[in-house]
């Protein structure tokens, strides 16, 4: 199950484990009617069963938007030989295109809009794995990131993780966090109704999930987290009008992952007991969302 921590110090939050067994977010398989539901019964889709997706069909692809910073700016750990040219490459934001397919199990959330913050404009861009990748397992192999993570090793190791998502489904898409042309964090954001999550809390249709790392040193520890917290979960309730919460479930340890949270428009729901560890489950709710 993938635990979400954004430690505002570290930045990160664990991920699913490679291999992870039962437990693991991506293991859970539904059977192709079943998904249909969600995607076209309640008449916001198709109602014939989609095709199996591949990894291209998760994410399609839109005029390219050119980034304007230099490789290897948006981490201001020291890369390993080699790293940091991935973010060179254009990153194209996927076009929502109104077909079945996986990006419908998340409301195709390529073709999201930017989102005004305090610290600028911030976008989610769905991962590519040849562009990307090199960039994200440099920083997966940041101390502080792989303590929470623990996808560090070569760049195969987070290509495994990788690919568990692109290959899926569409219920978890992992994505390059924007800010102002600079990819600066990584997100997955994953349809918790779905993962094994939901057997250990009262799940709602559309729950959306959050996890979350900062990939510089220079923005952690100042409040980073918290607005970018809040920045994505308003992307959701935004961008999913069937989606009523936005969770996470941060380690009940972590006090300054749950404290980012509360400050990000989160309330304190509950206490779990998940297969490795006790976590706080943190819910963004879309009746509160201008309270909060």
Known sequence: MPPTDVHTDSGPGPAPRPGGGAEDTLD??????????????????????????????TVAPAPA?????????????????????????????????????????????????PAATPLGVFRLVPVILERDLELISRWMNDPAVAAFWEL???????????????????????????????PMSYFEIYRADLDPLARHYPARPHDTGIHLLIGGVANRGRGVGSVLLRAVSDLVLDNRPRCTRVLAEPDMCNTPSVSAFLTSGFRYAAELDLPDKRAALMVRDRALRNVL
């Open 152 to 182: 560090a090793g070569p760049d195969s190791v987070t290509a495994t993780h990788l690919r568990a998502q692109l290959d899926g489904d569409g219920r978890s898409i992992p994505c390059l966090g924007v800010l102002d042309d600079k």
């Open 28 to 57: 859970l398989r539904l059977p192709d009617d079943f998904l249909t539901l969600f995607r076209g019964n309640d008449g916001a889709g198709p109602s014939t069963p989609a095709a199996v997706p591949t990894p291209a069909s």
């Open 65 to 113: 938007w050119e980034p304007t910073w230099p490789v290897g700016q948006a981490a201001t750990t020291a890369p390993r030989s080699g790293r940091g040219q991935a973010a060179a490459a254009h990153l194209a934001p996927a076009k929502a295109d109104g077909g079945a397919g996986a990006g419908d199990l998340l409301d195709n959330l390529g073709g999201w809009e």
